[in-house]
């Protein structure tokens, strides 16, 4: 984003993700080190944010709150120092002025909060609420409160814990005091509803930086597993390792970025920048859930393993690549690719490299699916075109295709996929070259284009591979009816049938913008 910026470019510009960047070493987060912002970049459009990792002193272990026999409440419980848990059944979350994010919570009725001491230690201890009259009755519980609005700026909850350090004496009346508006940084307030005739973790706040400040915890998804799998060395589980390690979009970076609201931890900050900035992609490549925000956790176990890997494969596709039935050998790839794929934007030919090893890899598994992928060019260094072979063993005999494909003779269904600069965040382009279906039948039109959601822009998933595409576009093939008219071609061969095949396929999704504005609105 080097030199000047005009007024008129200035407006253009789409608005920036904030990017909150936390340094996790060996399970213990720590503020990152502050970055130079710079001064010619326009305010509205967005700046970085450094932000403190915070971590409260007790934690309640996953698994949540459980609720014993004779209505004795137990939570394990990780204390990094010495503090109280205070428990409320059922209670009051009160918000005493606007804008406010640490409540003020009472127990219903004159009765106080129950309290334990928790001592600092090692490992999780079991914290159970036993006297007789601390028992809670899950019936009585959820009639006297079911989670929801009790007026006045008030939320009635069957069940809250407040776990906050201090001194183990004395208790916390959450209904007053200093303590009650300006807790301790590090105290947890967790909220329970009851669900399945059990407690359930609904909702958990956490105070920090004084003046009553709060914010909700949420669990990032794929994290631990990222790091765990970085530490996995066995040649037999090398592969899955890398897939659980590696950004799910580009293949070849280390996950460093989790997508907000949907909490996935899946992509390198790159990719998911490029998500974020894509207002036609802007999709979490998981759960397709719109993104509204970054967060960028650089963590030293996470990382690839080996030094130069992702620069050694960008630079040309494994040399130990085999050989794939249909198209040409991927023998030999390596040494010249680079050159001919010169015109493919780095993260592109990076994620075809990876893709290109794990075709190699995983050749026959995907025979049993009756999918087979090679590249189009007989020197097997274009890493543009692909053969998609769509094997007739592999569709059902009982399906309509599978009888059409049948009554043919027909071994294979013969596809092109032809992969754009903007891939892996926008979707390939494929389209049919034999047997010639009647326009319309199994979802194939004119020229071979598809009509099928995940070949549009709203409808692909960045994290879906060429391999998963061929199973998704066998499977929905399968699942249509119509004719072949031949074994023929459905169009040219080269960039003109390639061509017609997309200008169908682009008045295809135009066709259904009404369906794809609806699905925008979900």
């Not at 001064?39 to 007790?58: E, I, N």
């Not at 303590?179 to 609904?202: I, R, S």
Request: net charge negative.
């Amino acid at each position: 984003m080097g030199g000047v910026l005009s007024a008129q470019d200035d407006n253009n510009m789409p608005a920036l993700p904030q990017q909150h960047i936390v340094n996790v070493f060996d399970g213990q987060a720590s503020l990152a080190a502050p970055a130079a912002a710079g001064s010619h970049a326009p305010t509205h459009v967005g700046s970085t944010k450094q932000t403190v990792a915070v971590r409260p002193t007790l934690t309640v272990q996953h698994g949540g709150v459980k609720l014993e026999s004779a209505g004795v409440v137990a939570l394990h419980v990780m204390a990094n120092a010495d503090g109280i848990v205070e428990l409320l059944a059922p209670a009051y979350e009160h918000y005493p002025a606007e804008g406010e994010t640490w409540p003020i919570v009472k127990a219903f009725g004159s009765a106080g909060p129950q309290s334990r001491t928790v001592a600092k230690g090692a490992s999780a201890q079991l914290v159970r609420f036993d006297k007789p009259s601390e028992a809670v009755n899950l019936r009585n519980l959820e009639s006297s409160c079911r989670a929801g609005s009790t007026g006045q700026g008030s939320v009635a909850w069957p069940l809250i814990l407040v776990l906050r350090p201090g001194p183990l004496t004395g208790a916390m009346d959450a209904t007053a005091g200093a303590l009650a508006n300006t807790p301790p940084d590090g105290t947890l307030m967790v909220f329970c509803t009851v669900h399945n005739n059990a407690l359930k973790v609904e909702r958990q706040l956490i105070a920090w930086g004084g003046n009553g400040a709060a914010f909700e915890m949420k669990e990032m998804f794929g994290i631990q597993d990222a790091q765990a799998q970085s530490l996995g060395s066995q040649e037999g589980t090398q592969q899955a390792a890398e897939s659980q390690r590696n950004c799910v979009v580009c293949l070849t970076e280390p996950r460093n970025t989790a997508l907000l609201p949907c909490s996935h931890f899946c992509v390198c900050y790159d990719c998911g920048l490029s998500i974020r900035l894509s207002p036609a992609r802007n999709r979490c490549p998981l759960c397709r859930a719109e993104v509204k925000d970054l967060v960028r956790i650089e963590g030293v176990t996470v990382a690839p393993a080996s030094p130069d890997a992702a620069e050694t494969e960008a630079a040309s596709p494994s040399a130990e690549a085999g050989g794939a039935a249909g198209g040409a050998s991927l023998a030999g790839a390596a040494s010249s690719s680079a050159s001919s794929s010169a015109g493919l934007p780095p993260k592109c030919l990076q994620r075809l490299t990876r893709e290109l090893k794990q075709i190699q890899e995983q050749h026959d598994q995907n025979l049993e699916h009756g999918i087979e992928l090679s590249l189009c060019d007989e020197e097997g260094t274009d890493l543009r075109a692909w053969n998609l072979c769509i094997h007739s063993s592999g569709v059902d005999r009982d399906s309509a295709l599978g009888k059409e494909l049948l009554r043919w003779e027909i071994k294979a269904i013969v596809l092109e996929v032809w992969i754009p600069d903007g891939f892996p965040s926008a979707p390939p382009r494929l389209r049919v070259r034999r047997p010639c279906f009647e326009p319309g039948s199994f979802f194939a039109h004119h020229f071979g284009a598809l009509c099928l959601e995940i070949l549009t822009a709203q409808g692909w998933a960045p994290a879906t591979s060429l391999l998963q595409l061929g199973i998704q576009v066998k499977n929905s093939m399968t699942q249509g009816q119509g004719t072949i008219q031949g074994i023929g071609s459905m169009g040219e061969s080269g960039s003109g049938g390639r061509q017609a095949a997309f200008t169908v396929a682009q008045q295809i999704e135009a066709a259904h913008e009404k369906d794809w504005d609806a699905f925008r609105t979900q």
